[in-house]
């Protein structure tokens, strides 16, 4: 493993992504509320371009005391999606969002100075 | 029968042996995700979790593949890169600019001590206008805050109004908390 | 292009291009050789909506046909066919439906249709593709009877003059049937049975009406058993059948409604005798997944051993009869491993199952679904993605290594 130049980090608007591919691997990269993350472009579920898809908030369902529900609202927690099928994972983890064990592959992302790069 | 899709004539003998054996396919189940982990081995969930990432054939046993030399440089290719999503803008419009000259122009007579500008009347269908709009907005989950920042008005301020509509419409305020804890809004 | 995401923010994408989209499936049939596997899709779509302008006017009864076109005219002033409702593409996260338009094809080339077939068909590795309408798999909620009928004979002209003899004979069809009027079902098989690229007719399975045991279809039945056609039924959702009204959300209804129409016909079917009625009619249900099936045979062998007297016509169990019909594989339910086994087992999937894409809709499949399945042999492998449909729909290997291939699994024959 070692660290690869992929760009610049001024490049990287908030929420811009670029899909790299470095030696094997394919690997889609995220610039997130200021924070980078790196996951494997291809999709646990039949191998889609996992990280190509639209980029959207998660969705939950509220709950009142009474346990009657409010309906469907959007959270904070940003997610991307599988263009594929729709498999839709947590940006900030990598998870499925509604079965942890279905994890992408993270490459860790390091920045040095202006310069940004994938330790893969 | 025509074929339009050439690459099928490529030499088969170019092609490795079509039949992988059956613990190479067990290595990529590409589609398939077990309820349970019971019946694999460490190496079989080892080599699963390898092939889903890789896309490697199920004919090539994953752990054939030759080990990365960390330090061989690798090819580094930028194959797309995908713009922010953009926030909406919201174009100006004759309506608003209007509007924001006349609130520019009564925050000048404010500024001056002259609480009077407006008649009462006047007053009166301005927020009634302005409740309505900001409410429907709401309502239609199109939320902003409702004034610019948190020193646009004071705490004072916020609370005479808060209580003015409230007493205008008969309402009390565990009503509102009542109505907000249900309503989500 | 924008698309819609949460909060009305908006996401800038490219247009779509199928071969882009699928380069992963490319890569999938490089790794896994599938040029050398006879790959037979027996489920794919295309969305006849788009080609309207060319299919309505072969409609033949005039004031029909002038409604017809005219609710298309700018205003939307009506629909042609029923619609479904639903949200299929999940609001915008399966990109390829809000993008379709946007996808370029040669204006000079084959029928586009055609051109985007062979896109995905070449990416997936697959050799042939049965095409299907997408809106007409709910012709059969249709209230007005000639209407169903009108349609789909324009879209059987439609598609077997202008659509199919441009794909170079990749893609073939089993043409819909108007199945509220059987006289009108006969005289489509008689007119269509013999076109190239028929291999067989359809029925949709959402519709209410008569049942598939109905005295009026044995001639229907028999003309395609005469004429060595498939029959297969092909599955869809009904959000608004009153079975299906209490779902609050579109998963509920999918899920069930895909599944419920098959069990419904399927299991007519069987306990009328039809099996015995028409033995060498092969049937087909088509796109209902796979995990109704044990549940269906288990329930219908228990009834029978407690009721014979129901179905007297039958000579084995209903699952036997079961087993001698044809399914196809998708959206299979690749959850427990186990219970996909046993599911395999109890269907002979080896000699029953048929790969099926269902592309472009959401919930496709790629042949490595079946390909990498753990449990399977060889041969059921091969047989599942191509070989019994080679021989089913008499379709030819496409080069040297596919034909050895089906040799070497005793699936080859020549037509």
Same mark, same amino acid.
């Given at each position: 493993?070692?660290?690869?130049?992929?760009?610049?980090a001024?490049?990287?608007?908030?929420?811009?992504?670029q899909?790299?591919?470095?030696?094997?691997?394919?690997?889609?990269?995220?610039?997130?509320?200021?924070?980078?993350?790196?996951?494997?472009n291809?999709?646990?579920?039949?191998?889609?371009?996992?990280?190509e898809?639209?980029?959207?908030?998660?969705?939950e369902?509220?709950?009142?005391?009474?346990?009657?529900?409010?309906?469907?609202h959007?959270?904070?927690?940003?997610?991307?999606?599988?263009p594929?099928?729709?498999?839709?994972?947590?940006?900030?983890?990598?998870?499925?969002?509604?079965?942890?064990?279905?994890?992408?592959?993270?490459?860790?992302?390091?920045?040095?100075?202006?310069?940004?790069?994938?330790?893969? | 029968m025509?074929?339009?899709?050439?690459k099928?004539?490529?030499?088969?003998?170019?092609?490795?042996?079509?039949?992988a054996?059956?613990?190479?396919?067990?290595?990529?189940?590409?589609?398939?995700?077990?309820?349970?982990?019971?019946?694999?081995?460490?190496?079989?969930k080892?080599?699963?979790?390898?092939?889903?990432m890789?896309?490697?054939?199920?004919?090539d046993?994953?752990?054939?593949?030759?080990?990365?030399k960390?330090?061989?440089?690798?090819k580094?290719?930028?194959?797309?890169?995908?713009?922010?999503?953009?926030?909406?803008?919201?174009?100006?419009?004759?309506?608003?600019?209007?509007?924001?000259?006349?609130?520019?122009?009564?925050?000048?007579?404010?500024?001056?001590?002259?609480?009077?500008a407006l008649?009462?009347?006047?007053?009166?269908?301005?927020?009634t206008?302005?409740?309505?709009?900001?409410?429907?907005?709401?309502?239609?989950?199109?939320?902003?805050?409702?004034?610019?920042?948190?020193?646009?008005?004071?705490?004072?301020?916020?609370?005479?109004?808060?209580?003015?509509?409230?007493?205008?419409?008969?309402?009390?305020?565990?009503?509102?908390?009542?109505?907000?804890?249900?309503?989500?809004? | 292009m924008?698309?819609?995401?949460?909060?009305?923010?908006?996401v800038?994408?490219?247009?779509?291009?199928?071969?882009?989209?699928?380069?992963?499936?490319?890569?999938?049939?490089?790794?896994?050789?599938?040029?050398?596997?006879?790959i037979?899709?027996?489920?794919?779509?295309?969305?006849?909506?788009?080609?309207?302008?060319?299919?309505?006017?072969?409609?033949?009864?005039?004031?029909?046909?002038?409604?017809?076109?005219?609710?298309?005219?700018?205003?939307?002033?009506?629909?042609?066919?029923?619609?479904?409702?639903?949200?299929?593409?999940?609001?915008?996260?399966?990109?390829?439906?809000?993008?379709r338009?946007?996808?370029?094809?040669?204006?000079?080339?084959?029928?586009?249709d055609?051109?985007?077939?062979?896109?995905?068909?070449?990416?997936?590795?697959?050799?042939?593709?049965?095409?299907?309408?997408?809106?007409?798999?709910?012709?059969?909620?249709?209230?007005?009877?000639?209407?169903?009928?009108?349609?789909?004979?324009?879209?059987?002209?439609?598609?077997?003059?202008?659509a199919?003899?441009?794909?170079?004979?990749?893609?073939?069809?089993?043409?819909?049937?108007?199945?509220?009027?059987?006289?009108?079902?006969?005289r489509?098989?008689?007119?269509?049975?013999?076109?190239?690229?028929?291999?067989?007719?359809?029925?949709?399975t959402?519709?209410?009406?008569?049942?598939?045991?109905?005295?009026?279809?044995?001639?229907?039945y028999?003309?395609?058993?005469?004429?060595?056609? &498939? $029959?297969?039924?092909?599955? %869809?959702? +009904? !959000?608004?059948?009153?079975t299906? /009204?209490?779902?609050?959300?579109?998963?509920?209804?999918?899920?069930l409604?895909?599944?419920?129409?098959?069990?419904?016909?399927?299991?007519?079917?069987?306990?009328?005798?039809?099996?015995?009625?028409?033995?060498?009619?092969? &049937? $087909?249900?088509?796109?209902? %997944?796979? +995990? !109704?099936?044990?549940?269906?045979? /288990?329930?219908?062998?228990?009834?029978?051993?407690?009721?014979?007297?129901?179905?007297?016509?039958?000579?084995?169990?209903?699952?036997?009869?079961?087993?001698?019909?044809?399914?196809?594989?998708?959206?299979?339910?690749?959850?427990?491993?186990?219970?996909?086994?046993?599911?395999?087992?109890?269907?002979?999937?080896e000699?029953?199952?048929?790969?099926?894409?269902?592309?472009?809709?959401?919930d496709?499949?790629?042949?490595?679904?079946?390909?990498?399945?753990?449990?399977?042999?060889?041969?059921?492998?091969?047989?599942?993605?191509?070989?019994?449909?080679?021989?089913?729909f008499?379709?030819p290997?496409?080069?040297?290594?596919?034909?050895?291939?089906?040799?070497?699994?005793?699936?080859?024959?020549?037509?």
């Amino acid at each position: 493993m070692a660290e690869q130049f992929i760009g610049k980090a001024s490049e990287f608007k908030d929420g811009d992504r670029q899909i790299v591919r470095i030696g094997e691997d394919e690997i889609g990269v995220f610039k997130h509320e200021g924070a980078f993350y790196a996951y494997s472009n291809f999709c646990l579920h039949q191998g889609g371009p996992a990280c190509e898809g639209l980029t959207i908030a998660n969705v939950e369902e509220r709950l009142r005391p009474d346990k009657t529900s409010m309906g469907l609202h959007f959270t904070d927690q940003m997610n991307f999606v599988c263009p594929w099928h729709g498999y839709e994972y947590d940006m900030k983890t990598g998870c499925h969002v509604k079965d942890k064990s279905v994890k992408l592959r993270k490459y860790d992302v390091v920045t040095k100075g202006n310069d940004v790069y994938v330790v893969a | 029968m025509s074929s339009p899709r050439t690459k099928k004539a490529a030499p088969k003998a170019a092609k490795p042996s079509t039949k992988a054996a059956k613990p190479a396919i067990k290595a990529s189940r590409a589609a398939s995700k077990p309820a349970s982990d019971e019946g694999m081995t460490g190496r079989d969930k080892a080599n699963f979790i390898k092939a889903m990432m890789e896309g490697i054939a199920p004919k090539d046993a994953s752990g054939k593949r030759p080990p990365i030399k960390v330090e061989a440089p690798k090819k580094v290719e930028i194959l797309r890169k995908i713009s922010a999503p953009t926030p909406v803008e919201r174009k100006s419009n004759p309506l608003s600019d209007e509007a924001l000259k006349f609130a520019a122009r009564l925050e000048e007579k404010f500024a001056n001590g002259d609480f009077e500008a407006l008649t009462p009347e006047a007053t009166q269908a301005l927020m009634t206008a302005i409740c309505k709009l900001y409410s429907a907005n709401a309502e239609a989950g199109n939320k902003f805050p409702v004034v610019k920042d948190r020193f646009s008005v004071t705490g004072t301020d916020a609370m005479i109004l808060c209580g003015a509509l409230l007493k205008a419409v008969d309402l009390q305020v565990f009503e509102l908390g009542m109505w907000q804890s249900w309503s989500g809004i | 292009m924008d698309l819609i995401a949460d909060r009305g923010r908006r996401v800038q994408v490219d247009e779509l291009n199928t071969s882009k989209l699928l380069a992963h499936a490319a890569k999938q049939t490089r790794d896994k050789g599938f040029d050398d596997v006879l790959i037979v899709d027996v489920d794919a779509h295309h969305y006849e909506n788009e080609s309207f302008g060319e299919i309505l006017p072969f409609m033949e009864n005039e004031v029909l046909k002038q409604l017809a076109i005219a609710s298309r005219a700018k205003g939307g002033r009506g629909n042609v066919a029923p619609s479904g409702f639903g949200y299929q593409d999940m609001g915008g996260r399966v990109t390829r439906y809000p993008l379709r338009s946007s996808e370029k094809t040669d204006a000079n080339g084959p029928h586009r249709d055609v051109q985007l077939g062979n896109r995905w068909m070449d990416a997936m590795g697959v050799d042939y593709s049965c095409l299907f309408p997408t809106g007409m798999l709910s012709i059969g909620l249709h209230p007005q009877k000639e209407m169903e009928v009108e349609l789909c004979w324009a879209y059987n002209r439609w598609v077997t003059e202008k659509a199919l003899p441009e794909s170079g004979g990749r893609l073939f069809t089993m043409l819909c049937l108007p199945f509220s009027d059987a006289d009108e079902c006969l005289r489509q098989v008689e007119t269509f049975g013999h076109r190239p690229g028929v291999r067989g007719f359809m029925v949709t399975t959402v519709r209410p009406k008569m049942g598939v045991q109905d005295n009026a279809y044995m001639k229907v039945y028999r003309a395609i058993e005469e004429r060595g056609l &498939v $029959l297969s039924f092909h599955s %869809g959702p +009904s !959000w608004g059948d009153h079975t299906f /009204q209490s779902c609050n959300r579109f998963l509920s209804a999918h899920a069930l409604g895909f599944s419920w129409y098959n069990i419904l016909h399927c299991t007519n079917w069987v306990v009328n005798g039809m099996g015995e009625r028409f033995p060498k009619l092969p &049937v $087909l249900w088509i796109e209902a %997944g796979l +995990s !109704w099936i044990p549940f269906v045979m /288990q329930r219908i062998d228990h009834e029978y051993m407690l009721r014979p007297s129901e179905c007297p016509l039958l000579k084995k169990k209903p699952s036997d009869y079961m087993r001698d019909m044809f399914y196809s594989v998708q959206p299979m339910e690749i959850q427990d491993m186990g219970a996909l086994e046993t599911t395999f087992r109890m269907m002979d999937a080896e000699n029953s199952l048929l790969y099926a894409s269902d592309y472009p809709h959401w919930d496709f499949d790629l042949p490595s679904t079946i390909w990498d399945l753990p449990f399977l042999t060889d041969k059921a492998r091969h047989n599942i993605l191509g070989g019994t449909a080679h021989r089913l729909f008499k379709l030819p290997p496409r080069n040297e290594a596919q034909k050895q291939n089906l040799i070497k699994y005793g699936n080859y024959q020549e037509f």
